[in-house]
């Protein structure tokens, strides 16, 4: 059926056949609206059955009329039901309301009625018809929704509390079931009135509460109305409740019109506060004299209690002082607070350990360390109602802890700049601890994996060998010491002064503290001073040896002549002679040599620009008169004739000694002997090369070349043998170099040179 | 007591040859005196003679092969028949060890060679 009831009555003669009117009643019935029609004509009512029932009226016996169904309706809403009935039936006004009518048992409901008129083809209203619904559950609802909002919008929780609603001028108070099961009571039992709790509730908790009440409404809402109160339960004990509630409709005049709230059961809560309060009271007595202060914060109404030893502690002296958590968190050190009150929500919310350390400030502006323990306690639902614990003055175990703390920092930052390898291991020669000097002898992608390894493998097995020979040594006697050359991996060679210590862990294990000093450098320098020195021995000794042995050999040989002479042999005496005087010019030389050693061991030469050709023409020329210098071809190539900036002495005794030699040893049996000197420069050297083809040195003897006191030329010996030692060190002084090359006939100098930018 | 025949002086030193020389012609003019200048030069001659000398007077420091250097060629001889004297400039003791390690060093002279050196030479052969 596509129409309406009211477009059936339109469409249709009215009194339809009796099935179809029957089928109506039905749905009707099953949608649980009741029907009810007026004729105008002759001011007749008529109800369904379910209008009956709504009203808990029996069809049978009830008479529905005009005249008396407005008593069914609740007092407050009677004037407003007869209006719209009137209206309706004077000029054919539809309407639509929501009234509560009020039952016979006495109960009050929710009901919604629909109406509009019906005309005759005259345009003659001819009657009235309206549905009529019980939608008390559906308004409750509303009205629950409504106070949990309010309630939410005030604060206040109302989640497993109950509820009330009070329509102040109609005397009519509705409590959710919630507070009747409180007091123990099932909500039938009790009217939806005020005196139904007044009569229950304690008479100095009643005046409170009027107390509180009058004060609200006289502030317009701005008091608050909250207040514990004690009510008789059923079973004669005591229960507390905590009332809280708010008008929420006013009239034009100010009046309060409605008001709701909720009541929370307390009872449980209070006993602990009491019980809590008792051991509190017990505990502090315990504890007086003692380090420890107290604390109670009573969440739900904000009160924070501080012991006397806790106000002691942050020196508040005024014993009268009352906290307050805004207190506490305005106290807080700022870099504490976000985590202690992050701590005190973990606690309370998920019930997560509170124990705390942080700093409070003290009355005269310094903080105090705290080290806090405390508990909450929830309510059966869950809410927290207190928080309470003690604290400790930690201050001077924390400054302690500190200054360890700046001391470690310290350690580890002497650890971290040190350039020693510090390292410690254990009794299994892994690596515990190590500074960043010893992890960087590894390579990059190998340092995650010193710590915890003994990373014997990274080194030679005959190296570790050694070392961890040097670690059982240090677990067994308490200390070692060595000097060790250590291939790392990071390839470099070093000598390293290690020292080991044992010492005892915290858990009585042993340990050995490792610290190897870096004295590759150091070794380097004794070395090249061992070799100094012993050169020194070997000079002395030679000195001595090639002074002594010209001057003994001249005097005997003096002997010799004076006996000649004596026998009138003046010719062989002369020829004596001869050999004992060239005798001592070679020992003139030999001590020039060695003044000249001397010298340039320790004298710093200035550097001077040098133009190297002039130096070659100027030492031809001082040799010109030497033996064979007529038979010698000299041919002097200069690829590189730019000045070069060097000690001039150094390299004069170079070219010196180096011609000089070239003539000296000259081979007499070739038909033409020559020396050739060339520069050439390569790169940022230059390369002077002395080639001749003289008597060359023999193979043997080439390893000796520059060394002390050698020479190699047996027969043609008049050298002091000290030439090529004073070339080397001339050339060592310069940054230069020489270098003998093998030739077939004869002997290659290359002296090579830096060139200065 | 063997007589000496020949002596080889091996010596960088003119000065030396001379002293040497004339401190054997003052013990026996009859010896038959060979010089060298250096150890190789020594071994060279050695090599052609058909009648080794009976002693050798050898310096140590030389140029060349000096005389360390001579022992220990002079060693790997099938037979060294020669007896070898040293001179030295200087009583070095390292020295005098090394050289009387060697069997035919009988032995260590500190120059100059004086004519009193010659006999007590003879009577070690």
């Not at chain 1, 309010?150 to 108070?173: C, L, P, R």
């Not at chain 2, 040497?20 to 200048?37: C, E, G, H, M």
């Amino acid at each position: 059926m596509d129409y309406t009831y009211e477009e059936s009555l339109e469409r249709q003669p009215r009194m339809q056949t009796y099935q179809e009117l029957e089928s109506l009643k039905h749905a009707y019935k099953l949608a649980g609206l009741g029907y009810w029609s007026i004729e105008l004509e002759t001011e007749q009512l008529y109800w369904s059955d379910e209008v009956f029932y709504i009203h808990g009226l029996d069809p049978e016996t009830y008479i529905p009329a005009l005249d008396n169904t407005a008593d069914l309706y609740h007092p407050h809403d009677k004037e407003k039901a007869s209006t719209l009935l009137q209206k309706a039936m004077a000029h054919g006004e539809a309407f639509e309301y929501e009234l509560r009518i009020v039952r016979t048992d006495g109960s009050t409901r929710y009901v919604r009625s629909k109406a509009e008129c019906f005309y005759d083809d005259g345009g003659r209203a001819v009657s009235i018809f309206g549905i009529f619904q019980d939608i008390d559950d559906e308004v409750k609802e509303k009205h629950r929704v409504e106070i949990a909002e309010i309630a939410h919008k005030t604060h206040i929780d109302g989640s497993g509390d109950g509820y009330w609603d009070w329509h102040i001028q109609d005397d009519y108070e509705y409590m959710s079931p919630r507070f009747w099961e409180i007091l123990g009571y099932l909500p039938e039992e009790k009217p939806h009135s005020p005196s139904a709790w007044q009569d229950l509730i304690f008479e100095d908790d009643l005046n409170v509460a009027l107390d509180n009440f009058n004060k609200h409404i006289n502030s317009k809402g701005q008091h608050p109305y909250e207040q514990e109160v004690r009510y008789r339960h059923k079973n004669g004990s005591t229960v507390t409740v905590l009332c809280r509630g708010k008008v929420i409709e006013w009239d034009d005049n100010g009046n309060a019109l409605r008001m709701v709230g909720t009541h929370t059961d307390i009872t449980y809560l209070k006993a602990i506060e009491k019980e809590l309060r008792q051991s509190r009271e017990q505990y502090d007595l315990a504890v007086t004299g003692s380090s420890v202060g107290l604390w109670d914060w009573n969440i739900a109404q904000d009160t924070l209690y501080w012991s006397d030893r806790f106000k002691e502690i942050i020196g508040i002296r005024d014993v009268l002082h009352t906290a307050s958590f805004a207190e506490f968190e305005q106290r807080l050190h700022p870099e504490d607070r976000p985590i202690i009150l992050e701590a005190v929500e973990n606690h309370i919310t998920h019930k997560e350990p509170y124990d705390v350390e942080y700093r409070l400030q003290h009355d005269d502006g310094h903080y105090v360390w705290i080290h806090a323990r405390g508990q909450a306690i929830w309510n059966r639902r869950g809410k927290p109602t207190r928080m309470a614990g003690s604290i400790d003055d930690i201050t001077i175990q924390k400054n302690s802890e500190i200054i360890l703390e700046k001391a470690l920092d310290f350690q580890k930052l002497l650890m971290k700049v040190n350039t020693d390898l510090i390292f410690v291991k254990d009794e299994k020669h892994r690596i515990v601890e190590a500074n960043e000097s010893f992890i960087g002898l590894y390579p990059e992608e190998q340092r995650d994996k010193v710590i915890g390894y003994t990373t014997v493998e990274d080194y030679d097995p005959d190296e570790a060998e050694a070392f961890l020979a040097e670690d059982k040594k240090a677990f067994r006697e308490g200390l070692s010491e060595v000097v060790e050359t250590i291939l790392f991996p990071d390839k470099t060679q070093r000598t390293l002064l290690t020292k080991k210590i044992r010492f005892e862990g915290f858990n009585h294990e042993e340990f050995i503290f490792c610290i190897a000093r870096d004295i590759t450098q150091l070794k380097k320098i004794e070395d090249e001073l061992l070799k100094a020195n012993g050169e020194l021995e070997e000079f002395a000794y030679r000195t001595s040896h090639d002074l002594r042995s010209p001057l003994i050999s001249s005097k005997k040989l003096l002997d010799i002549i004076r006996e000649n002479i004596e026998q009138g042999d003046i010719d062989t005496s002369l020829s004596y002679l001869d050999i004992v005087i060239d005798s001592l010019r070679k020992l003139e030389e030999l001590v020039s040599d060695i003044l000249k050693i001397t010298k340039l061991n320790n004298s710093e030469l200035e550097l001077t620009s040098v133009d190297i050709k002039a130096l070659i023409d100027d030492s031809l020329q001082k040799f010109s008169h030497m033996d064979g210098y007529e038979d010698i071809h000299f041919y002097c190539q200069y690829d590189y004739d730019k000045p070069l900036i060097l000690q001039k002495e150094h390299l004069i005794l170079v070219i010196e000694n180096l011609l000089s030699n070239a003539i000296k040893y000259r081979d007499g049996s070739k038909s033409e002997s020559f020396v050739k000197v060339e520069t050439e420069r390569n790169g940022n050297q230059v390369s002077v090369k002395f080639t001749d083809n003289g008597l060359g040195i023999p193979e043997k003897s080439r390893r000796k070349l520059f060394t002390m006191f050698k020479r190699f030329h047996p027969n043609t010996a008049f050298g002091s043998g000290l030439g090529l030692y004073m070339v080397k060190k001339s050339l060592d002084k310069m940054g230069g170099d020489i270098e003998y090359n093998d030739v077939e006939q004869g002997t290659q100098f290359v002296v090579t040179l830096p060139l200065s930018d | 007591m063997k007589k000496i025949s020949t002596i080889l002086i091996v010596d960088d030193n003119k000065s030396d040859h001379i002293i040497s020389q004339v401190a054997i012609r003052k013990y026996d003019a009859s010896i038959n005196v060979l010089t060298a200048y250096d150890g190789q030069e020594a071994l060279d001659l050695l090599e052609t003679l058909d009648t080794p000398p009976d002693v050798i007077l050898l310096d140590i420091n030389m140029p060349g092969m000096d005389g360390h250097e001579f022992l220990e060629e002079y060693s790997k001889e099938p037979s060294p028949i020669s007896i070898v004297a040293m001179l030295s400039t200087s009583n070095q003791e390292s020295d005098k060890e090394k050289c009387l390690a060697y069997s035919f060093v009988k032995q260590y002279i500190v120059k100059p060679l004086e004519e009193d050196d010659l006999g007590v030479i003879a009577a070690l052969l």
